[in-house]
């Protein structure tokens, strides 16, 4: 058990769309990631999906509309629903979602990082 | 579905002590606090605990030790453990923690909040 700096996280690492877990708790993760650009359409069939904006603005897409997040912001986008994260210029995220959790969801793509690592 | 703007969320209460909902995901529970001075010894004997500190400094005692976060920091207070929060000044703590968990764990005491409130 110890203190986890996120800042200090964040400058572990600097790919986009690479979630990296910094924490576990209830069988949830915490993960960060720095995004930029548009990610894929997909959906997670069994898991909700926590973002909370640190750093930067996300915009998330849905079928019927899209939000825009700001730092200081969070969303919980239900399970099912159909989603594409985007951000114009980089933007840092803190997830938190179940361990069994793809970040592209129902979607395996060359986008697809199968096994997400502990910074 | 729809942005939560966490600092908006804050403006909503003044109380110490009294944690308010503010998302739900995946069965867990997002709650914002406002904390000052000593809680209580307790443990939460099938849940872990997820601090992240919003404002200020918290202090959390264990039997063995204790950490002190500062804004930006988190932990993950595992299940069973024994910890006391406790700040000197008003600290911000945003908890993540199942929605069966009472603040004050395994100890009733005038200090639970039976219902906790959505904002």
Known sequence: MESINIAEKYGKFTAHWTPKIIAES????????????????????AEDELFMIMKGVLTIEFRDKS????????????????HRPKAEEEA?????????TYHTGNVKSERTVENQEWI
């Open 26 to 45: 209830n069988g949830q993760l915490v993960k960060l990631a720095k995004l930029k650009g548009d990610f894929i359409w997909h959906n997670h069939e």
């Open 67 to 82: 939000i825009t997040l700001k730092e200081g912001e969070m969303i919980v986008v239900p399970k099912g629903v159909d």
């Open 92 to 100: 840092w995220v803190l997830l938190v979602e179940p361990v069994s």
